[in-house]
Every structure is written in structure tokens, then in C-alpha cells.
């Protein structure tokens, strides 16, 4: 459902402290991303670079989802690619690997 969709609507009223693992696997499918801007949330998402930060208010979420909507398209498409690139730059096999055996590394010098 990621791969078909454009955007990925994630806004909480009151957000339980998750780290947003659900996120990125949107970012990963070039989805635009629309999230609360508190917590991990705040971490992952730079607002109008990688994603849109949004208070968890209706006329807010409201006004913000018709402002991507009118969003010029290269613009979106740069945001999309950018989520795409933060996510595989942090969490690909390729970037997790190396701190993996890193870790084993050090624990196995004690």
C-alpha cells in the first residue's frame, strides 16, 4: 500500500512515545510524509526538506494537507527523493552492517 500511495498521513492527537518505524517505511517508498512535530518525530522528518511537520490540530492538519497539494510538483518530488536518501543513507544494510560488526568487535574485547 506504501508503493501505491503519495502521501503518508501520520498525525497523532496525542502521539504515544514511538520512534516512527512506520515513517520511514514510507519515506523508504518516496511517500510524502505529513507528522506531528514532537518527539522522534521531530528527529526524523526535517519540515519541507524530507517531509511536513504538523501541530495535531484539525485546521492545521487541514490547512497543511491542501498546502501540499498545491505544492509545486518538483518541489514535492525533491522531498520524496530526499526521504528515499535519508532513509537508505541511515537504515540500508549497507550503513547498519558496518556499525553491527562494530559493535560485536568491541563487546568481544572485553
Known amino acids: 500500500y506504501l508503493s501505491a ?11 504515544l512515545p514511538t520512534y516512527g ?3 520511514e517505511e514510507a519515506m523508504s517508498c518516496e511517500n510524502v510524509v505529513l507528522t506531528n512535530d514532537s518527539g522522534a518525530m521531530k528527529e526524523i522528518i526535517k ?9 495535531p ?4 492538519m487541514q490547512r497543511k494537507l ?3 497539494m498545491r505544492e509545486n510538483i518538483t518541489k514535492i518530488k525533491a522531498i520524496k527523493m ?4 535519508d532513509v ?3 537504515y ?3 550503513s547498519i552492517l558496518p556499525r553491527i560488526a562494530k559493535c560485536i568487535e568491541n563487546t568481544q574485547r572485553r
Open 5 to 15: 500511495s503519495d502521501i503518508f498521513w501520520f498525525v497523532m492527537k496525542h502521539p
Open 21 to 23: 518505524l512506520a515513517l
Open 47 to 55: 519540515n519541507e526538506f524530507n517531509g511536513f511537520l504538523v501541530r
Open 57 to 60: 490540530e484539525i485546521a492545521e
Open 66 to 68: 491542501v498546502d501540499i
Open 82 to 85: 530526499q526521504a528515499r536518501k
Open 88 to 90: 537508505v543513507s541511515k
Open 92 to 94: 540500508s544494510w549497507q
